[in-house]
């Protein structure tokens, strides 16, 4: 084989006299360049930005007070959006990746993540336009539903493994997903009727909207919002864990929930506080639905009934007709660099912890 | 251990030796299994006594089927989607596919070992008493008397008992190995299956982790698969060749290692191709 | 190995129909969304009843309209619309009717404006063909051309086939109007559907190979040196930024101070108009690049943190320099990792809106970005985007129930398009994900 | 070679040690066979330079040993043989001890040529010592051959054959003695001719020795101090 | 292959029994390595003579800087960051840290064999035709040729003459650790380095794979890592054996292994602790 | 066991099983020592009894023989030994080839005895038969010693001390001859003298062998037919 290795045996690790190997050679030092280039332009980015709007918001601002109903909406819409969206995200995320059949996970998953990447503007759509006339007849019923439903399927659960027949068939997961759906769906109607009987009186003793557009909706939806997000990660999380560890679990005979409780859960902590870190990132920055469904009222208010003004819907509405440079146009700079800062820190947070649990996990 | 002695109606099969097990209670018995990976045959009619207080060694050719048949015996193979076994799997005398049956105490007493070192990602004290908790445990005393009793019988007590609150996943591979056996023996277990179970190690924590197989034959029945025949022939009293989904031949290490029977086996021993 | 830990089990079962549920409603919740959307966006195009009505206490006129709505004990009907879309509709309890038909031999007739008028058959037929249409009825000083109808039905003697089919005749009538249409009336999606498109190419073109190299910079060159951390650690944030205030930046930065200055320099001569100092295609497709770098960034880092050490290695040790190792090797294994990003990128760029209302987006554009006059593309134009025609619609126009369908119909469009982008993006990242298994490190 | 299948496995350089190793063993037997044949020879003959063949040759004999023995050495550390490979090893350890043992007595045999030379014991018992080194030559090469083949039922019949060594060597070593009481001046002689039939009759008891190991080799059997191979079962492998 | 015998100009070390590499060419030399990463020390004065045309073993315990050392010679530790190199190493009497040394050429000359069968993602042929390509090879029929050479030479050809353009992860494990010892050998090394080449092999692919190295060993030169003390016996001429970054003792394999000269290379080589 | 620290093997099992190994090559040896003094004592008193003894435990030895080749192959197949434990297991194995014919040939003259009995000639030198047995007898002990004790410089000095055992045979068998001569009556007697002398001789020689073996053993040289292991160094072991 090797005729024309000889030839170069005198020299054996020399470049002088190959053409070829210093066009190679030359070429690696102007890749190298352009790559080094291009990071530097992407830092000049990211860096300036924040400066810019610093540097731009720069000099006297009165109305300060106004920011205050602004920022306290936002953190409202993040927190009910949270509160409904995240266990209902980490619940779906545990049976994907742990009780789901191999098919029904590849089938579900991507289903999920694709909701992810419904525009906002869909979802503000469809919670003005459709969601906030029947929330508005409809707030018992879902009240209901939210408690009721849990309670519900957990009481199914438990009384199904009683019944070994019942509890070997529904070990197919495809029928656990049917049951459950059914399930919830009973619970729908249940309380409907229920808030059809006695919905107007109740309701009207502690509810009363001002507006159909209140925190209730923008709770729900912009919950239903982040699911994906939290969901996504969650099952990830979830998911990574290697199979080495739930079957030593198994093997010393705990069972699927136990396993998740005790094992799975815990290793993928990191995983899940970044996606409660990532889905308030995310509800906090949310514009559209907020713009569309809030109803837009500053108000310094904590409930569910009335509705709010969030930073970023408030940048949306006034950005484009302010003028450049006046107090107002600072004011907006103001506001945007307050959410800047909070999501900043959320997300500092989110990497810190993260880190630590990850390091804390290390070797998965 | 184990006291009541169960003897086999299982009639000698012609790849044992007659009398061989003669008089040898047996903890774990597989009669005519039949496995299938969705309509893939992984296992095609195995038959495997395993007797009580011996390590029994199960080698063969990459892909024959080993660990499909070790998890017949804790029905691990249940938590894998499609796979269906039929035949008669006895552990101790008594049908692991019976109604009467629960899962967790059947794995109880049957505890596993993998191939790859899988402490939880817990302190070492807790990896130990996570079986103990599972059941019930609940009194600090008593847990950790368990666990010192589970660590020293894994040969780690004196590596370990400094650092019982570090993570596990600080131990080196050889100790994490140990670690996941004393975990397997905090629950008390009348057998131990394990898996390839040093073939991540390197070669003195091997020869350590063999060390401890030895000594636990004393009380605890084990069923070990290995790929390296070497280490079948160092630890085992007893050997059984698996190929393409059967149980070849099975007889006393001593046997197998200088006079195999099979031409297969022999074969399989000594290096060479058919 | 019989006694059975009941506890435990119920537990145990309890968690998985909880977390089933959980998926469950999920996927109700998906299948609801999408439901609604298309009932919606269909009942704007449907071809509605029409009814005659006579008033209680108003006995010498009846009314003939669409019937809109049945809102619980009051109709909504909608009547010819002689001036507008949307100054016909009248809402009436159904208390108040004494008769209600539905004859079969109505004629709607739809204008090229989109405005719709009834008539009897025989009215209409009774009319000259060549002079200006004028029957009883109309208020004085409507004439209909006939040069201005665009179609003319029997709504109530239609089967369902009919039916359809007119449906969808509207609806791409809807998707297609043109310019002209977007102009007069609103009418019309193409518009929006070029203008978004524009956006996304120019946007891509901007930030895949920024993205990229910066991600093989971090990745291959960096280390695990402070400037690296430095620079992920800004990526990171970057992608946690609001969108909003991306578009406040592209605002603040390229609309009025680089366009400002620019407008100073090149085209003094048009000032006070703005030219590039008002939001364009240009700057809007800028903000959107810097949005959607962090996503570029992390998919491609993440790609190439997927391609094993030990073929980086094994690349290195047959002699091959860093650039060959990185291109006849990394990248392409790392490739659908890239496209992934790409894709990511230009669906969240398809779906943005907020930022895209302070750099650019109008309600209506007085031309498209591009045309056939030299040089074809105007990147200082502003443009018409589908996520803004949504909002626009939803919110504004005095025909509240068209523009609500209309409003879903673009949402269904927007929806349609960004699953479409998506579901190629997770198919790829998944086939990626199987082949990567195959030499993952573990 | 063939029964055992030695030349099957996946190392080539495995199989062609044990080729080697076989070869070499068979070449030390040829070797001690001839060294035999050769102090043979020098008694029928009553050649001198026959002798010094053999004393000469001895040298080589013990070096093939040494040289055998250290070729196991390697193969047990560095193989790790097993089942039939191991018992190739072992067998062979034990077979070179004894042809080289084998090898010593021809030496011995052959320096009492030299005193024997002229003696009129050794023209009258020269025969029957003749006949008696053909059997064990026979012995020799048949046990030789029976491991050249792996020949299990050979080696068999070989070890049944060892008695009737045994039976010359009582004949003609009681004939020595009566010679010896009846004529005192032809003792030295005599008993030079004692030691030669002593020595082949300890060559015979090697090849027993031989034929033992060949057993073992092929049936994994150890058939030592057994009482001549009782009941040994015909064939070993099952086909399965 | 290497014409030119490189007389070392080291004098005998200890290490090395006097005389036991005369006349010999030696491939490889490492003189007083100290190897550190970051500030933790990996090899602390390593002597090592790797002679031409034999297969060279590397044995030693755990973490003992066996992978490290083979990294010095075709200089991948470049591409370890905080990994620092000191001492005179040298590939056929020239120094690798000389100014005029190309690392591609350097590479291309000392080739390498990971742990983990690497195949690029890439078909057969391409991933054995990529380091000819690298070179500037294009002619088609030049690197048929060249392609099947190598196949032949990593004994793989038969099996894969007919799916060259079929993927190389399609291959079994060890197919693909031929495969990836067919691209080294497609551009004509004169040195191959192996890092636990079939640790992770099942022991058929093993033996296989074992008697590739020993069939390579006529026309290259091969240094060789290995935990497997049996596979060092069975394969090497020569073995080292390394302890916490020196090696200590270098000999033939037959000596080393039936009796090592020092106390250490016996304990290893017998399975006892210190 | 301490010279080669056989003793420190990570696998305990290992440790036992070579130690019991060892231990059981000195039982047999002491076994055949015993043996071998029966057998002289047998010659001594005159007492068939002790003939039988020797003769009824002589199969004790051969199942000895047998227990401990297997134990050597099942360590060999089980445990890959190298090294020193190699090299343990193959002195093991030839030394005891040779314990069993050292067992052989106690029997053999343990059988004279009887033949012997009451008989003038054994009166006459069976002081010097008895000196000899002492002296071989100690050899056969000081062997055995120098394994236990894996001592290749005593080993090495037995080895030497060989030719003194060939000396006294050399002067007993030419009395003998001497006396064969003389008394043709008597030529039975002395001829069976002379197989006990010639067995003691040959008992020797395997003590030889033995020392061979342990020297084999604790310096990994083999110094059969080199002369007498010439210049060995003192000491293996370099402690690094
Ligand atoms: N989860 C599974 N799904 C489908 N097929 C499987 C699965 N697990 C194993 N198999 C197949 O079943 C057969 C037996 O597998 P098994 O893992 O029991 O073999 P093994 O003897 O343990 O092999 P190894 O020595 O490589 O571990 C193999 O052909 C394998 O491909
Ligand atoms: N990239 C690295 N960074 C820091 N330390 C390292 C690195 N690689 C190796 N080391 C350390 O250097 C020492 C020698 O490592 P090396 O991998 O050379 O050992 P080895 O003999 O090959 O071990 P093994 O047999 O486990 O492969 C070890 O202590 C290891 O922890
Ligand atoms: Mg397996
Ligand atoms: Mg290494
Ligand atoms: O060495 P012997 O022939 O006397 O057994």
Known sequence: MPADLHATADFPLSIRRDAILRGRLRRERWVARAVAAAAALVLLAVIGMPAFLVLNAAGSIDNLSTLLPLLVGSLRASMYALLFGFPLAVLAAIWCARFASARLRALIKPLLEVFEAVPSVVLGLVAALSLAPWLAHHVVTVLLFLILAPLLLAFCGAMSERYPSVARRLARSH??????????????????????????????????????????????VLGVAIVPTVFSIAEDALFGVPASLADGAHALGATRWQTIWRLLLPAASPGLLA????????????????????????????????????????????????????AQYRLLLLSAIALFSLCLIVNAMAEMVRGWLRRRYARL | MIESVHKSVLQESPTTPAGLLDGMSIALEARDIVLDYGSDRALNGVHLQVPSARVTALVGPSGCGKSSLLRCFNRLNDEIPDCRVRGVVQVQGRDVHGDDVALPELRRRVGMVFQRPNPFPLSVYENVAFGLRLSGLRKRRLLDERVETALRAAALWDEVRDRLERSALSLSAGQQQRLVMARALAVEPEILLMDEPASMLDPISTLKFEELVVSLAQRYSVLLVTHNMQQAARVADFTAFMHSGRVLEFDATDAMFTNPRLRQTEDYITGKLR | MSERARPVHAIDGAGRWLSAGAVGLCLLLLAGLLALLVQQASSAFAVLPVEVLSLR???????????????????????????????????????????????????????????????????????????????????AGIVL?????????????????????????????????????????????????????????????????????????????????????????????????????????????????????????????????PTFGAGGLLWSALTLALLTLPVVIVATEEGLSRVPRS???????????????????????????????????????????????????????????????????????????????????????????????????????????????????????????????????? | MDRLHLDQHISQQFNSELAALTRQVLAMGGLVEQQLSTALQAHAEQDARRTDEVVA???????????????????????????????????????????????????????????????????????????????????????????????????LERLRRDREVDVLYKELAGMLVELMQQDAARVPAALELLWCARSLERIGDRCKNLCEQVIYLVRGKDVRHTGLARSLPPETHVEG
Request: charge should be neutral; proline fraction near 4%; charged fraction near 20%.
């Open chain 1, 175 to 220: 029928w656990q997903l049917c049951a459950a759906t059914l399930a919830l769906l009973a619970t729908a109607f249940l309380c409907n009727g229920l808030a059809g009987m006695l919905g107007n009186s109740i309701a009207s003793a502690f509810w009363e909207p001002a507006t159909p557009w209140n925190a209730l909706l923008i709770g729900l």
């Open chain 1, 275 to 326: 996606a409660l870190l990532l889905g308030f990132g995310r509800a906090l920055g949310e514009t559209m639905i907020v713009l569309m469904a809030s109803g837009n009222t500053p108000v310094l208010d904590l409930g569910l009934a009335s509705g709010l003004r969030t930073i970023a819907a408030n940048l949306a509405l006034e950005a484009p007709i302010a003028i450049p440079g006046s």
């Open chain 3, 57 to 139: 206490g108003d006995p010498g006129d009846s009314l003939l309209g669409e019937l809109v709505e049945v809102a619980g004990d009051r109709l909504v009907i909608r009547g010819s619309e002689w001036r507008r879309q949307g100054d016909a509709y009248r809402r009436i309890a159904v208390a108040d009717l004494t008769t209600r038909d539905r004859p079969q031999d109505i004629l709607l007739i739809r204008l090229r404006d989109g405005r719709h008028w009834f008539v009897r058959e025989a009215v209409y037929r009774s009319v000259e063909r060549d002079e200006p249409i004028v029957w009883s009825g109309m208020p």
């Open chain 3, 145 to 273: 051309h006939h040069s201005d109808i665009a179609e003319v039905i029997a709504p109530n003697r239609l089967d369902w086939v009919e039916r359809c089919r007119t449906l969808l005749s509207r609806a791409w009538l809807f998707l297609q109007g043109g310019r002209a249409q977007a102009v007069a009336g609103g009418d019309g999606l193409l518009a929006a559907l070029i203008g978004s498109a524009l956006l996304v190419i120019l946007m891509s073109i901007l930030v895949m190979p920024l993205g990229v190299l910066t991600a093989l910079w971090m990745h291959e060159y960096a280390g695990s040196g402070w400037r690296a951390r430095l620079i992920r650690a800004s990526v990171s944030n970057l992608a946690a930024v609001p969108s909003v205030i991306y578009g406040l930046f592209g605002l603040a930065l390229f609309v009025h101070t680089l366009g400002g200055s620019l407008d100073r320099w090149f085209y003094a001569e048009r000032l006070p108009a």
């Open chain 3, 311 to 442: 073929l980086r290695m094994g690349a290195l040790a047959l002699g091959a320099t860093r650039s060959e190792m990185l291109w006849n090797v990394v990248l392409p294994v790392a490739r659908p990792a890239l496209l992934t990003g790409l894709i990511l990128a230009v669906s969240r760029a398809a779906g943005e809106v907020a930022p895209l209302m302070l750099v650019g987006v109008v309600k209506l554009a007085a031309a498209l970005p591009v045309d056939a006059e030299f040089p074809w593309l105007h990147p200082s134009r502003a443009f018409m985007h589908l996520g803004h025609v949504v909002y626009d619609q939803a919110l504004s126009g005095n025909d509240a129930v068209r523009a609500g369908g209309r409003a879903y119909a673009a949402a269904l469009l927007l929806l349609a398009l960004v699953v479409i982008l998506n579901a190629i993006a997770i198919l790829v990242r998944n086939r990626l994900r199987e082949r990567s298994r195959q030499f993952q490190d573990d």
């Open chain 4, 57 to 155: 040759r001895e040298s080589e004999v013990n070096a093939a040993e040494l040289d055998i023995d250290a070729r196991c050495t390697q193969i047990l550390a560095r193989r790790q043989p097993a089942a039939s490979d191991l018992r190739l090893v072992l067998a062979v350890v034990r077979m070179v001890t004894d042809l080289e043992r084998i090898g010593d007595e021809a030496e011995r045999i052959a320096k009492k040529a030299d005193k024997l030379a002229g003696a009129e014991v050794a023209e009258r018992y020269g025969m029957r010592l003749a006949q008696m080194g053909m059997l064990v030559r026979d012995q020799l090469r048949g046990a030789l051959d029976t491991f050249a083949r792996m020949d299990d039922i050979g080696a």
